[in-house]
Nanobody
């Protein structure tokens, strides 16, 4: 099992940047595929970005491609989401998620992840 704790959310003006962090527990963190999802009020949770267990592959939702970057530091048991050029429509609660997997697949559905953090709020003002 792995426990996940997100941090780094906050209030930022449009065009600004934030970096989210997700710290994981356990010695097998490096064997987990990690994803970021977000959920706006009254909407379903949707995929943002995913990174493979070794950081070798990444994939992004079209809405964030070119603005967001996912990365990981397995020595620190942490995955990051660097968010640049933020827009009001990026406002949401952001969740990190984990799936024990050393495959090269990068699924984007919430059903493909077993562990979730508590979420961190990101608010982008216009």
């Amino acid at each position: 099992q792995v426990q996940l704790v997100e941090s780094g959310g906050g209030l930022v003006q449009a065009g600004g940047s934030l970096r989210l962090s997700c710290a994981g527990s356990g010695s097998t963190f490096s064997s987990y595929r990690m994803g970021w999802f977000r959920q706006a009020p009254g909407k379903e949770r949707v995929f943002v970005a995913v990174i493979s267990w070794n950081g070798g592959r990444t994939y992004y939702a079209d809405s964030v491609k070119g603005r967001f970057t996912i990365s990981r530091d397995n020595a620190k048991n942490t995955v990051y989401l660097q968010m640049n050029n933020l827009k009001p429509e990026d406002t949401a609660v952001y969740y990190c998620a984990a799936k024990f997997s050393v495959s090269s697949l990068l699924p984007t559905h919430t059903n493909n992840y077993d562990y979730w953090g508590q979420g961190t709020q990101v608010t982008v003002s216009s």
